[in-house]
């Protein structure tokens, strides 16, 4: 009989640990989505540094946002600086160079967690590869 309650407490064990770790390859994927964003980010950075010194003091034809996926055809003509959102109420004008320095900290930053995330994850499927094989035994 303790045989039997010690397998269903091992199996419950094992659903919560494996709850834990889809929950953990969700916050993984939302990561790797926002550090494609950035990295992004950095590249039309560049891109606009290359085409500012390609076309000297002409503006750069672009499509900019307005919302919902729609975009019109608009012109970047000040490519020194940049407009960096900080919170949904606020925002402020930074230079090229600070702009490309702060994605690159939040580049450092997610790739950190990101990190932290994979060895959470090793550690919770090798203790669940543990509990497996014990409730097989039993």
């Known amino acids: 009989m ?6 269903i407490a091992k199996q419950l064990q094992a659903e919560i640990m494996a709850q834990e ?5 969700a916050q993984y994927q939302e990561l790797a989505n926002k550090l494609i964003d950035v ?3 950095i590249k039309a950075i560049d891109q606009i540094e290359k085409q500012q010194r390609k076309n ?9 946002p307005i919302g919902s996926g729609i975009y019109t055809k608009g012109e970047i003509k000040n490519t020194d600086n ?11 004008k930074v230079s090229k160079e ?4 702060m994605l690159k900290e939040q580049e450092r930053i997610i790739e950190e967690n990101m990190k932290k995330l994979e060895e959470e994850f090793s550690m919770i499927e090798s203790e669940l590869s543990k509990i497996m094989a014990n409730v097989q035994e039993i």
Do not use: G
């Open 56 to 64: 000297k003091e002409q503006s750069i034809p672009s499509l900019i």
């Open 39 to 41: 990295q992004e980010t």
């Open 98 to 101: 600070r702009a490309r320095e």
């Open 21 to 25: 770790l889809r929950k953990l390859e």
């Open 82 to 92: 940049f407009i960096v959102t900080l919170t949904r109420k606020y925002a402020i």
């Open 2 to 7: 303790q045989n039997n309650e010690d397998k």
